[in-house]
């Protein structure tokens, strides 16, 4: 039982539990900046101005098509990024 606690306390505070599904098409900065991991302000917006200048992403690996987004972060949040509702 300790073994589990430890175990989840750890998850909790490295925030994958929370993590929950964002469309990359239509979140806005604080969003992203909450729910993808390694994505602050500045990528953030980076993203939005992609989407804005470009359109918006096809696929959930379009985002790596965006300035500092890179297999990294996609594969870090992968899992919970969708780009339809």
Do not use: C
Not at 45 to 59: C, D, K, L, S, W
Not at 71 to 84: E, L, M, T
């Amino acid at each position: 039982m300790r073994k589990y606690l430890v175990t989840l306390a750890a998850l909790l505070m490295a925030g994958a539990v929370w993590a929950g599904p964002v469309n990359i098409n239509k979140a806005d900065a604080k969003t992203l900046v909450k729910e993808l991991d390694g994505v602050g302000p500045a990528k953030a917006e980076a993203i939005i101005q992609y989407r804005t200048e470009n359109g918006p992403f096809a696929t959930p690996d379009g985002i790596k098509k965006v300035s500092g987004i890179g297999d990294a972060i996609y594969d870090a949040n992968k899992a919970h990024i969708k780009v339809k509702d």
